[in-house]
């Protein structure tokens, strides 16, 4: 697993990140900000619209963001779960990947062999059913353990 450091110095080597880089690496260390806490960070440390912070200061903002819970992982999959079965399918999990992918500038992870590798992963479901779905509690595991995210 990537450490918050390495995250900070590839999306901002020059240890200097503005509001949206500063969100993007939170996300990449797996929390859940709403733009708004980023937003009371800036206006806490008096900081303008263009300001920007190293990563001592990250550090700080990191502290600030608990993580998400099981709970908050379940409610966001459900708007991904077109047939509302209660699983996430390959089809939707592109769906979710992408749409991480896309907040963090990247396209690394929306490959089939990716997808299918995380379903085989955490397809393990009660009983170890290995249904080729992913539960929302199954792909919430792959999230708060760090293998997506």
Known sequence: ?????????????????????????LTSC???????????FWEEKELGDDDTINYDQFTELLGQIPDPTLE??????????????????AEELK???????????????????????LI????????GNQDGKLDYAELAKLFMDGIIG
């Open 30 to 40: 797996g929390k859940n900000p709403i733009t708004q806490s980023v937003g009371l």
């Open 95 to 117: 769906k979710i990947i992408k749409m991480q992918d896309d907040l963090l500038g990247s396209d690394d992870h929306n490959d089939e062999e990716f997808i299918e590798s």
């Open 120 to 127: 085989q992963q955490g397809d393990t479901g009660e009983g």
């Open 1 to 25: 697993m990537t450490s918050p450091e390495e995250i900070f110095n590839e999306i901002c080597p020059d240890n200097a990140a503005t509001k949206v880089q500063a969100y993007q690496c």
């Open 72 to 89: 908050e992982y379940i409610e966001a999959f459900k708007k991904f779960d077109v047939n509302e079965d209660g699983t996430i399918s």
